[in-house]
């Protein structure tokens, strides 16, 4: 029976400390969440390409094409975008001249709002500051058909449009 009382008393002593050591302050302990900043173009349109298509009746018009695409932010930042002729060696100087003079690059936000518009070689290529979020724009590049440039071209490349997202 001395056994017995010995474990009960252990037991006693080890509850009744627990009880008289055991914090009972509540405190709040906090977590700082940092998210990294990004920026991200996506959605482009299915189409990996810009088709401009022109026929006789076009002689003196424009020739358009255009494409979807989003950009992703949590910071503000700001658009580019340029257009490089390719320089085949079939192309003359006036071909390749008339490329660069003669087209357009328009950037519109949802609401039809421009947000960049890049006639030929003059042009600022840059939006404004533009603000976090997720946006949608529409890319349209135009070609003006003068003195028959288009009919010039069978098939094939012309040039590459880079679009460009930096962070202010």
Do not use: C
Request: glycine residues 8%.
């Amino acid at each position: 029976m001395s056994t017995i009382k010995y474990i009960l008393i252990v037991i006693l002593f080890i509850i009744i400390s627990s009880f008289i050591f055991s914090i009972n302050k509540e405190a709040t302990v906090p977590i700082y969440l940092t998210v990294s900043e990004y920026l991200k173009i996506t959605g482009l349109s299915d189409e990996p390409r810009l088709d401009l298509y022109a026929d006789v009746s076009n002689w003196l018009s424009w020739v358009e094409d255009d494409l979807d695409f989003s950009v992703e932010s949590n910071i503000q930042y700001t658009i580019g975008v340029d257009f490089d002729v390719l320089d085949p060696d079939d192309w003359t100087e006036e071909i390749l001249n008339d490329l660069l003079k003669f087209h357009k690059i328009i950037i519109q936000d949802p609401q039809g709002n421009t947000v960049i518009e890049k006639e030929g070689e003059s042009g600022n290529g840059t939006s404004g500051t533009l603000q976090p979020g997720n946006d949608k724009y529409k890319l349209t590049f135009k070609l003006w058909v003068w003195g028959g440039i288009v009919f010039t071209f069978t098939e094939g490349q012309i040039g590459n449009i880079q679009i460009t997202v930096s962070s202010i």
